[in-house]
């Protein structure tokens, strides 16, 4: 903890603090909106589609295509000037069109590509700089536990999650060493499955290690990662730690844990935010 945090304290005041949540429309950043507006945080969904739920008052929304990088500075310069500057973003947004690669066409995976890496970056150059200039910011990134073990079936939105576990370490050791703001907060959480609908029609297994988690669940994960004031790497549920190792494991153990997901995904009709 005390390295993901460069050894620096930082005080948090949630009455000031501005949060934005990309994708904060529906599943997970719709459930991490509500738990953090619960809370009496000023909330900015930024998301393409409309709201899933009843604005609080202390919710503004914002529609933008996060792959769309000028869109994104233009909607981060009016966020600022009508509500002011966020001094913490969960880059949420994502899609997964839900076919193996032979199947998902040039623009199933341009979108995978473009929203879940792309966008994440574009967030960052937009919401990062002032974060560095007052050296005080939390940027958190929900990247997946396929981003440290490909299942088959979404082998493109897997490389997403990986390339977005390396933009997270990445960033983490930018902001410490080429530009000096070692309190800038930069934290991941990759999940397993939960029960919304980029994953309709995904399959078990769902037991008492894995279960397919709420996105309540994940919205109470990630207020509580954010008002903790410390940048945090974590996976959840717990038995998701099983993952990030296997790249240091035998290719047997890592092949025989993949064949052994191997159908999860075959009857996935994930919803399409972008048509
Ligand atoms: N559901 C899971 O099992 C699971 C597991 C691990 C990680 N994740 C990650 O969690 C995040 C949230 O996923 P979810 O399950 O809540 O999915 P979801 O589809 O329910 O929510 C994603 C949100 O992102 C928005 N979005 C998509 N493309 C966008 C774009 N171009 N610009 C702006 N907004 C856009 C959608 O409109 C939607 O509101 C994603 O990054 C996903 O990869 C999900």
Not at 9 to 21: A, M, N, R
Not at 36 to 49: F, H, N, T
Not at 112 to 135: C, E, R, S
Not at 212 to 218: A, H, T
């Amino acid at each position: 903890m005390r390295a993901l945090n460069n050894g620096v304290s930082d005080k948090y005041d949630w009455d000031k603090e501005i949060i934005v949540v990309t994708g904060g429309s529906g599943g997970i950043g719709a459930a991490t909106v509500q738990n953090l507006a619960a809370r009496g945080s000023k909330v900015i969904v930024i998301d393409v589609l409309g709201l899933t739920f009843t604005k609080p008052s202390n919710v503004y929304y914002y529609k933008c295509d996060l792959s769309n990088y000028e869109a994104v500075l233009a909607v981060a310069a009016k966020i600022s000037k009508e509500v002011g500057d966020p001094t913490c973003v969960v880059a949420c947004a994502g899609i997964c069109r839900g076919k193996p690669i032979l199947e998902a066409s040039k623009r199933d995976i341009e979108l995978t590509f473009g929203v879940n890496n792309l966008g994440v970056i574009w967030t960052a150059k937009a919401f990062l700089p002032k974060m560095v200039q007052a050296n005080h910011g939390h940027f958190l990134i929900i990247a997946s536990q396929t981003g440290h073990l490909a299942t088959a079936g979404v082998t493109d939105y897997a490389a997403t999650k990986a390339a977005a576990i390396a933009i997270y370490e990445g960033l983490q050791t930018e902001m410490k060493h080429n530009y000096k703001a070692p309190a800038v907060r930069l934290s991941c959480l990759c999940p397993s499955a939960v029960k919304t609908k980029m994953f309709t029609g995904i399959k078990g297994p769902s037991n008492f290690f894995m279960p397919f988690l709420k996105p309540e669940d994940l919205g109470d994960c990630i207020a509580n990662m954010l008002w903790s004031g410390k940048a945090q790497n974590l996976s959840i549920p717990a038995f998701a730690y099983i993952s990030p190792p296997t790249r240091a494991l035998p290719d047997w153990m890592r092949v025989g844990m993949q064949d052994g997901g191997a159908d999860v995904m075959t009857e996935l009709k994930p919803h399409r935010p972008l048509n």
